[in-house]
């Protein structure tokens, strides 16, 4: 057989265990505050039809970044999903009945055709939480309340949720800039971050005026905290019918927003996607450098390119890869456990071996995560290995353990080792356990 | 917009949340049987390069089975996982240094080319347990006494695993029987339970002669208790180095397995996966007729293909859509939630609202899963949808309520309804969810 490369293609991961345990423990927290706020699970195909997608992400990501492909047996155009948004448009609209407002959280995987680089992959999670059914700032309130729960639960401190509607934008983007068809302009106003008001600028003049150029750096230079901006829109564009709209909704969830010290209204914060429709939303960390932690709004048209009526929707991604990210860059995760397992049982001799066999299976009953021996290894290389996984806890079992009924108990943490009866050996464990 | 249907593609699924919540807690439980054996979670890529892939499956899943595509911009050929088990070995590969054993599990969707049908997937999941380099039947006898841990824990009654091994198949089927090659006759054998015994004669008849026919289902008429069976291969096979092998290792692992009155050793039972090099087992449930519930094996060769030198590995399958399946069909598993959510207040007034909104907040705060309406409907529209949902516990807040501090407790479950305090209902609410 000739020489086949053992990497990941480029732009994909391999996950060890250590990366496992935390990547599923933060996966767990965050789904308890999906839960607390009633929201379900669902899952939808890794596959779409290539139709499903098309149209519905701009072009840049549909010329380049979705990955689509063509089945070489149906000749079908199929497509890897690129977001789980339109897989739950086209949920919702294959349903037909759930119960609305359908409250739903969707975490899967999702691939985009990137140049692979640092940070950022061909394949990744994402996880969302939607309201489907709701028009009203109830429903962002919720989502932007559930952010808000989830940076807190992290311990993340210096964080901003940056809000903005795009009602509000179109107003004045149509309105009073005369601008007709304002999306190009976000798409290059959604580069701020990455490329500077420099950047913006420069892209700016390649399609409008130096003049226009400066009147939109002016608006979106509108940004600080909630009431105070939101007046301040008001007073400068609410004679606009969508300004107005938007203003009253922004502030309607304001109002309902568990802590208005994190929220910022910042009217350069755009979104890239077209499908928006209302409120926005983005959570940024000022350190590290790495971009948006979550990122949503509200998207009441989406659904109705399948259904056929229209259904307001509202919701979030929450960035888990970026999130990880940024909690270990934080020392809010800590990648400190090479394996799940508490307990390994060092046989000392091949006669304890079988005793060792039975106190495995005797401490699993009781729930206690315990490996031993499978490869017939001496006493010295088993040490070894729980040594190289990190068990914080050892059990020794030879002769004198055997004769007397007992059971040597050794901690890895703490040092201390200890000879205690059969009987007392889950209650010690237990204490153990506590310690660590 | 032309006309787009909302169906997943052919062969796939979506999943509302009654599936979703039964399926995760169905693996939830799984994994913590894994953990308790000290296995620990890792993940890999949905897409390999297709020379991964290649030549690890036999000619029919390559040339059918596997869903393959050439990526239109780069040129290269990518595939989707087939299974986890090549992935695994090429993880391992690519690690190079993980302390062996490596005791792992993996729960991840895999994709097949399959002709769509009831119950069969172009998409599923796969939940592995592997054990890597450990060449011992202790390593093979952990295994399987991980699968009778998963089905009793699920009180599945009626299940047999049925073990046997490839150096027993290989040693009889070449020397005693003469067959150079017999992987395609175990291939014929491996669809036994599919197409009958007459359908495997039939078949074997095209590719060996009439007497060899008779020879085959001679051998693979071999199947009984396994220590039984054991010595009739031993009897009449074993002057056979590869059997003889075989045997031994087989008893050891039968000396170490928990509960051997589900254990059954099945010469007809051969697997068909080209890969396995030793010990094979499989899952049976005598109702439904649903096929396999876990397969797998040992397969000290394949990780070599990836990394130049030999590690021993063994491992199983457990089909946890089978599984769901099965335990369904059964009334192992009921689908009789529609929602996570525990509590939902309704709001009688206008006024009300705000207050709710906070009681929510409270709720969720002491872990409670709570929802309320998003949606302005009056109360008869917030009931009605918490009926449809099926949600266990209505809280009321109106006026009356407001003014004395108190809240309308309604269990749906009872039909009873009290009025208490704020400061009782935390406690009346938990008492309520533990008769549920």
Redesign the interface.
Same mark, same amino acid.
């Given at each position: 057989?000739s020489f086949?490369?053992?990497? &990941?293609?480029a732009g994909?991961?391999?996950? &060890?265990?250590e990366l496992?345990?935390l990547r !599923?423990k933060v996966i767990r927290r965050i789904e308890e505050v999906f839960? !607390?706020?009633?929201?379900?699970?669902?899952?939808?195909?890794?596959?779409?039809?290539w139709?499903?997608l098309k149209?519905k992400y701009g072009e840049e990501a549909e010329k380049k970044l979705v990955?689509?492909?063509?089945? &070489?047996?149906s000749g079908?155009e199929?497509a890897?999903r690129y977001d789980l948004t339109v897989p739950l448009a086209?949920?919702i609209?294959?349903?037909g009945d759930?119960?609305? &407002?359908f !409250?739903?959280y969707h975490i899967g995987?999702v691939?985009r055709?990137e140049e692979p680089q640092r940070g950022r992959y061909r394949?990744f999670y994402q996880c969302d939480v939607d309201?489907i059914?709701?028009p009203?700032p109830?429903?962002d309130a919720?989502i932007i309340?559930i952010i808000l729960e989830v940076m807190n639960l992290f311990n993340f401190e210096e964080y901003t949720i940056k809000v903005n509607d795009r009602r509000i934008l179109k107003g004045i983007f149509e309105e009073y800039l005369g601008i007709d068809e304002p999306y190009p302009v976000y798409v290059i106003i959604d580069k701020l971050d990455k490329i500077g008001l420099e950047g913006v600028r420069e892209q700016l003049r390649e399609k409008v005026s130096e003049e226009m150029t400066s009147k939109i750096e002016e608006v979106i230079s509108l940004r600080g905290r909630p009431f105070e901006v939101l007046e301040e829109v008001e007073e400068k564009f609410a004679s606009n019918q969508s300004v107005k709209i938007g203003v009253e909704h922004l502030r309607e969830i304001f109002e309902?927003i568990?802590d208005l010290s994190k929220i910022f209204l910042d009217l350069s914060m755009v979104r890239g996607l077209e499908y928006y429709t209302g409120p926005i939303f983005e959570t940024v960390v000022s350190k590290p450098r790495i971009g948006s932690l979550t990122g949503g709004g509200r998207y009441d048209e989406l659904i109705g390119?399948?259904?056929g009526r229209k259904i307001p929707a509202t919701g979030t991604t929450i960035g888990i890869e970026r999130l990880l990210d940024a909690g270990i860059e934080l020392g809010l995760f800590k990648l400190d456990r090479?394996?799940?397992?508490q307990i390994?049982i060092v046989s000392l001799t091949d006669k304890a071996r079988r005793e060792s066999?039975r106190l495995a299976?005797e401490l699993?009953d009781r729930?206690?995560?315990?490996?031993l021996?499978?490869?017939?290894h001496k006493q010295s290389k088993q040490r070894k290995?729980a040594q190289?996984?990190d068990i914080p806890i050892l059990i020794f079992l030879g002769e004198k353990e055997l004769k007397e009924n007992t059971v040597t108990v050794y901690s890895r943490r703490t040092g201390k080792r200890v000879v205690v009866s059969r009987n007392e050996l889950a209650d010690t464990l237990e204490n153990l356990l506590k310690e660590l």
């Open positions: 057989m086949i490369s053992t990497k &990941p293609p994909f991961r391999d996950f &060890p265990p496992m345990l !599923k839960e !607390k706020y009633g929201y379900d699970p669902i899952d939808t195909p890794a596959l779409e039809y139709n499903v149209g990955w689509r492909f063509t089945d &070489p047996w079908r199929y890897l086209r949920f609209a294959s349903k759930v119960p609305l &407002p !409250k739903r995987l691939w055709h394949e309201v059914g709701s009203y109830e429903a919720e309340n309902l568990n390119m399948f259904l090479k394996t799940i397992t390994y066999w299976r699993r729930g206690f995560k315990v490996s021996d499978l490869s017939r290995y190289k996984l």
